[in-house]
């Protein structure tokens, strides 16, 4: 949520920030902001996206080789040009940009009110940057010192970036449980949220600890903690590629990540499976891997999407692996007193690797011991860090707010998980391991035959794109899916749609059942297949309309569902990935239809890095 971008070095700052903040808008925003230094400090702020902030400054002076921008997502306050980043000391000599949540910034308010401090917005950041000032204005002349003072003051998450008038050759950065990379150029330093505005710029990044504050100048870059303890900062090669970032003649992020899932698939295994003799390389585990085949209880916690995926892993682990599974919502996790055991393994699943809610349960139970596995996509994030072993699921860049590719590339993983822990227990035949091994490499071409069917999604598409509520069904391990069905319609055409196991229908939702209903059924040829025929019957004796998923050759459901999508025979455990795919392209032409924002859906984050 929110995206910050700060330039400082030789270039012109106003092009930096604003080509940055388009590359940010998939995190979600409802206003835009850029602060620019020209010989004194401008500040540019509107309602809307970055082309109205671009529109609004048309006529500003736009020279000036130190900046920062903002796209916010509103918590505290109403989006308005008023909440809008950046936001002015009092004096009007600082000026703020801010991701995160301030918690303490009430009790702050009212000690500042009472110094004479007014107010313009509703924000806490604007707290935030009058707090420094009466840290200056009581003795701490020294900018970096009034900011690390300040910054010990606060509870809360920050990415935060600070210009001064009166020191135009210095930015100042700071994080704390909020995305935050540094890109370092020739005589020229970048910040950003995500590496997305830097990759055309430099390689060579720097990702800042919690408690971490950066002093950049054109010619150096100073790290110190909040005790002002100087640090050696660990740069990195970023391995993203600009490519990655554009639509590549896709209308929308959403379809070219949909049609990428055969290559993201296959970079999820790439080195990691020799099917031949079951072997399974998972060098992110191998210190922990003992351990591991040890477990007594695996603790998956995640949000959203990733949720969905970590059910799946429930069914995997605990079919193959024998070990008993709890599947959790962070946000609620954290907040419950949840019984954790030293034994325990936490599996913390997230395609940013910055969700907030994740890493509170990830420290609560660090706090208790568990030892803790991450699956993340984006490397140098803070999830593999604050973890002690994991696995990267190389999904490559995901721009659509709606999650696809991270999906079923986090499925692979799991799958690959399963299958690790069940050889290193015993609890699979190695001839069963190798099976589905086999299967799982030939997954990109079955996926790349799920979508050939593109074509046909779209005419039922035109069938039911008017519909107003829709159930998606599924059994088993489909069950999950059927979830995650349901959450990419309603997120991306704001159609309600709830995902439900196919035999609780007949406990509340076949009520909502009549010929003005569409009803998804994952119908696939595995262990439940009899019953799902049943609850298909019983849909069908209410009238409701049904699109069912099939596996190829299917003749029986054909005859009673009203729209078969086929996909090829597979294993049963692998269903989920190739069932996925036709949800997707399902919500996905819905949503076109119904002329709704695909890429940036009303009101959503890609990343939710606050609580």
């Known amino acids: 949520m929110c995206g910050i971008v700060g330039y400082i070095g030789h270039q012109n700052a106003w092009e930096i920030i604003i080509k940055g903040l388009k590359r940010l808008e998939y995190r979600g925003y409802d206003s835009a902001g850029v602060a620019l230094m ?19 400054a048309t006529s500003a002076n736009k020279n000036g080789t130190l900046g920062m921008g903002h796209t916010r997502w509103a918590t505290h306050g109403i989006p308005s040009d008023q909440n809008a980043h950046p936001h002015l000391s009092g004096n009007q000599s600082l000026s703020i940009v801010h ?37 200056q204005l009581e003795g701490a002349t020294d900018l970096r ?25 210095l930015l100042i950065a700071a994080r704390k449980g909020s995305p935050m990379v540094i890109g370092i150029g020739n005589n020229e330093y970048f910040v950003a949220s995500d ?9 060579q990044v720097y990702y800042p600890e919690d408690n971490v504050l950066v002093y950049l100048s054109r010619e150096q870059m100073e790290i110190r903690d909040l005790a002002n303890i100087e640090l050696t900062p660990y740069i990195q090669e970023l391995e993203l ?24 698939i296959a970079n999820c295994l790439r080195g990691r499976i020799h099917a031949e003799d079951a072997g399974i390389n998972l060098g992110g585990l191998s210190e922990y891997a003992s351990k591991l085949s040890q477990a007594k209880r695996i603790i998956i916690v995640s949000c959203g999407t990733s949720w969905h995926a970590g059910l799946v892993g429930e069914y995997l682990i605990e079919e193959y692996a024998r070990i008993p599974v709890e599947v959790e919502y962070a946000s609620e996790f954290r907040y419950r007193n949840p019984i954790i055991h030293e034994e325990d393994i936490v599996l913390a699943i997230s395609q940013s690797g910055e969700t907030a ?27 593999p ?39 290193k227990r015993g609890t699979l035949p190695l001839s069963k391991i190798t099976s589905l091994l086999t299967e799982l490499q030939e ?144 919500s996905y032409h819905i949503a076109v239809m119904r002329g709704c924002n695909v890429d940036q859906p009303r009101n959503l984050a890609k990343s939710v890095t606050v609580e």
Not at 485 to 494: D, F, M, P, Q
Not at 505 to 526: F, N, R, S, W, Y
């Open 443 to 586: 997954t990109p071409k079955l996926i790349t035959t799920c979508l050939e069917n593109d074509l046909f999604i779209q005419h039922v598409a035109g069938e039911i794109k008017d519909s107003t509520n829709c159930l998606f069904l599924g059994r088993g391990i489909n069950f999950p899916v059927a979830l995650e069905g349901a959450l990419k319609l309603k997120e991306i055409s704001y159609i309600h749609a709830e995902g439900y196991p196919a035999a609780e229908m007949k406990h509340g939702p076949i009520a909502l059942i009549d010929e003005q209903m569409p009803i998804v059924v994952i119908a696939t040829k595995d262990s439940s297949y009899e019953k799902i025929i049943s609850n298909i019957q019983e849909v069908k004796a209410r009238k409701g309309k049904v699109i069912a998923i099939v596996t190829a050759g299917d003749t029986v459901i054909r005859e009673i569902a009203d729209y078969t999508i086929e996909i090829p025979v597979c294993a049963e455990a692998l269903t989920p990935l190739l069932a996925t795919i036709p949800l997707q392209l399902l």
């Open 99 to 135: 991701n995160g949540i301030i918690e303490n910034y009430a009790a702050i308010k009212e000690m500042l009110s009472k110094k004479g401090h007014t107010f313009t917005s509703d924000t806490d950041t604007e707290v935030l940057i009058k707090l420094v000032e009466q840290i």
């Open 357 to 383: 809610d994740t890493m509170a349960a990830i420290e609560l139970a660090k706090e208790a011991g568990a030892t803790i596995l991450g699956i993340c996509n984006v490397v140098g994030a803070s999830i």
């Open 241 to 264: 590629e600009l490519e990655a970032l554009e639509k590549g003649g896709y209308e929308h992020f959403m379809l070219k990540e949909i049609y990428e899932q055969p290559r993201s």
């Open 38 to 56: 020209n010989g004194k400090m401008s500040i540019y702020k509107k309602t809307g996206k970055v082309s109205e902030l671009e529109s609004f």
């Open 385 to 423: 860090r604050l973890s002690h072993a994991g696995m990267y699921t190389h999904a490559g860049p995901e721009i659509g707010v709606a999650s696809t590719k991270a999906f079923t590339a986090q499925v692979t993983a799991l799958t690959l998980l399963a299958l690790f822990f069940a050889k």
């Open 145 to 169: 010192e009034a900011v690390r003072v300040a910054l010990s003051q606060v509870t809360g998450a920050f990415a935060i970036v600070i210009l001064c008038k009166d020191e135009p050759d």
């Open 195 to 203: 590496a997305s505005p830097i990759v055309e710029y430099t390689k």
